[in-house]
């Protein structure tokens, strides 16, 4: 069998490629931007990768196009496929009907930390002995790969609550009908293909519906959007972390915690990770790991030994005392606490933060104004103003309550960088794109200058 998947460098399609390619089914793939870390995860499992979407990429023609959400009518290849009738399938019912069928799914949901959930929980499952597959939106550092085919019933997922397809604008998540369900958090996003949060809890409650009883939902006690979504209907068991569940941080940066279960002591966790909500993205995945019989005193061992995403607050260089991260946080929620997190762990450290409005939902302006607030726990924000923003960045940054600059081009925030930086400084960029390589750039100038 061939599939030729359009879009196949986004995180999803990208991983579904590795997974489709692994159980021998010939992969090949187009798509308008391709950026590592995706492109080079796809150059070295052999995939074809070829830019554009010109009808050619699809002669011969596959058995089946799996089509990227990104698609639309008009496209070019898409309106070869329904010119010259080519069977073709969205990427989720794909990723259902020929890779999920016969799977325990553990699926991650929510607005924020999914995929740093998902890459926890295949960690703790990995480190109790279990196998499993794995489909995460991001790279895990303990396993290099952002998907994998396990030999065993469990698969891990990270389940994204954007819509499906062109043809198809339900959840991507419905597809994937899982036994545990987490949903770490809820909140307005994706402002692009929803109205506002009550069209987003519909999706969820949609989801909801595909848990059978005997399956296990996992939720913040305290998130009233999730409570007010559950009460609409819930068959299946619940588990409010905060109740059973709870931790006590032992450090202020989140770094070492205890794990109670009703109360008693059942672990503790140390590790590279800072802030209140890795603990809380950390007891979700040991809560869901339990439903499958981990126990939590094995979950916090693995823990323990967690690398880490790529691309979230990872460090990409140390150059002369200067670190720079990449991190790829795009909504305030993020922003702040990944933030608060990270000064708490370097304390008076200088932190500077170059931040690339990028998402539909940033470029449209829906949290201008939390977006600013986001930044307070930053030294100096740097924000880049995209051609497209359909907001004034001048007008919300005159409210910032830290020192802030907006610069239309990456060469200038590349060059005002060089000059200005210090040792002992850190930079945190933050960016759900490739941001023009400016990561590189930046590395690269400091090491010159």
């Not at 009738?85 to 929510?110: C, H, Q, T």
């Not at 019933?153 to 899982?178: G, L, M, N």
């Not at 994706?190 to 987003?200: K, M, P, S, T, V």
């Not at 930053?378 to 923003?389: C, T």
Request: proline share 5%; net charge negative.
């Amino acid at each position: 069998m061939h599939i030729h998947i359009l879009g196949i460098c986004g995180s999803f399609m990208g991983s579904l490629a590795i997974l489709a390619r692994d159980l021998g089914i010939k992969v090949s793939g187009s798509d308008a931007q391709v950026y590592p870390p995706m492109s080079t995860q796809l150059a070295d499992a052999g995939i074809e990768l070829m830019e554009g979407y010109s009808p050619e990429h699809l002669s011969p023609e596959p058995d089946l196009v799996v089509i990227g959400n990104a698609l639309s009518r008009g496209n070019p290849a898409v309106e070869h496929i329904l010119d010259k009738s080519l069977p073709y399938i969205s990427g989720p019912e794909f990723f259902a009907r020929y890779i999920l069928n016969d799977k325990w799914v553990l699926a991650v949901s929510g607005t924020h930390g999914k995929t740093t959930v998902s890459s926890m929980l295949a960690w703790i499952l990995e480190h109790a002995g279990m196998n499993p597959s794995f489909l995460i939106g991001g790279v895990p550092e303990n396993f290099g790969i952002s998907a994998r085919n396990g030999n065993t019933p469990f698969f891990v997922v990270e389940a994204d609550e954007y819509d499906t397809a062109f043809f198809d604008k339900r959840s991507k998540f419905i597809h994937y009908r899982p036994k545990t369900l987490i949903i770490n958090n809820l909140e307005f996003d994706h402002a692009d293909i929803f109205e506002d949060l009550a069209a987003i809890q519909k999706q969820f409650h949609h989801l909801i519906r595909t848990v059978p009883r005997l399956g296990r939902i996992i939720f913040p006690a305290h998130d009233q959007a999730i409570q007010d979504v559950l009460s609409q209907g819930c068959w299946s068991e619940q588990e409010p972390l905060g109740d059973n569940w709870t931790t006590t941080i032992k450090s202020k940066d989140g770094s070492s915690f205890d794990v109670q279960k009703q109360g008693l002591l059942c672990g503790t966790v140390q590790w590279g990770q800072t802030g209140q909500h890795n603990v809380d993205n950390a007891l979700a995945a040991i809560t869901a790991a339990y439903h499958v019989g981990v126990l939590p005193e094995v979950a916090c061992e693995a823990l323990c030994r967690f690398k880490g995403v790529k691309r979230r607050m990872e460090l990409v260089a140390d150059v002369r005392g200067v670190k720079i991260y990449d991190d790829f946080a795009h909504h305030p929620t993020a922003i702040a606490t990944t933030l608060q997190g990270f000064t708490d762990q370097v304390r008076e450290s200088p932190v500077r933060v170059i931040i690339e409005p990028r998402s539909n939902t940033m470029k449209m302006g829906v949290h201008k104004q939390n977006l600013v607030q986001a930044t307070k726990q930053a030294s100096e924000v740097i924000w880049f103003k995209p051609h497209d923003l359909n907001w004034s960045l001048e007008d919300a940054v005159a409210s910032s309550l830290v020192p802030a600059k907006i610069m239309d081009t990456t060469e200038a925030i590349v060059n005002y960088i060089k000059e200005t930086t210090k040792p002992g400084e850190h930079l945190l960029i933050m960016s759900n794109g490739g941001f023009e390589g400016i990561h590189s750039r930046i590395v690269k100038a400091l090491e010159e200058h």
